[in-house]
């Protein structure tokens, strides 16, 4: 694979990074909606512990919604950050690194994924597994699953 091609691979994973986060957050944002219109539309009865529980509950699942979009926000805040322009060397940000049969990208933590057929774990930098790997270069090792996993190739 070439430098040019190994580049558009990266920025190809790094725009289905911000695909995956631009959906979240529009999931968060319907949510956030669907929560407050349902707060709003309770009725009052003559039941009103009842209305008052419903009315909390709403809020309850509102702010749970709310942290989970401003959650999204700063990951793809931080997803812009990161530069898939570089041939690393070693493990940081923005890297992508081959091992046998896993590869993982360094940029934000969705887990793992298959993008055109080829399975890619996703780590967050901040990832105790990305900790682990940081400043590692192509024919090192680290501990991956209970087993020593052989770094071929960093980009």
């Known amino acids: 694979m070439t430098d040019q091609e190994k580049l558009a691979h990266k920025n190809k994973l790094k725009q289905y990074c911000h695909h995956?986060?631009?959906?979240?957050i529009a999931v968060s944002k319907a949510a956030i909606?669907?929560?407050q219109e349902s707060a709003s539309s309770e009725e009052k009865s003559s039941a009103g512990d009842?209305?008052?529980t419903?009315?909390?509950?709403?809020?309850?699942?509102?702010d749970m919604h709310s942290?989970?979009?401003?959650?999204?926000?700063?990951?793809?805040?931080?997803?812009?950050g990161i530069n898939t322009n570089i041939i690393y060397q070693l493990i940081t940000s923005g890297a992508l690194v081959k091992c046998d049969g896993i590869s993982f990208f360094v940029a934000i933590g969705i887990g793992k994924q298959t993008i055109d057929g080829?399975?890619?774990?996703?780590?967050?930098?901040?990832?105790?597994?990305?900790?682990?790997?940081?400043?590692?270069?192509?024919?090192d090792t680290f501990?991956?699953?209970g087993k020593e996993t052989l770094i071929a190739e960093v980009y």
């Open 118 to 139: 080829e399975m890619i774990w996703f780590l967050s930098p901040g990832a105790p597994l990305a900790k682990r790997m940081e400043h590692k270069k192509a024919g």
């Open 143 to 145: 501990i991956f699953s």
């Open 54 to 62: 419903s009315r909390a509950m709403s809020h309850l699942e509102g």
């Open 20 to 24: 995956f986060l631009n959906q979240r």
């Open 67 to 80: 942290r989970q979009l401003a959650e999204n926000v700063k990951e793809l805040s931080a997803l812009h």
């Open 50 to 52: 009842k209305y008052e």
């Open 33 to 35: 909606e669907n929560a």
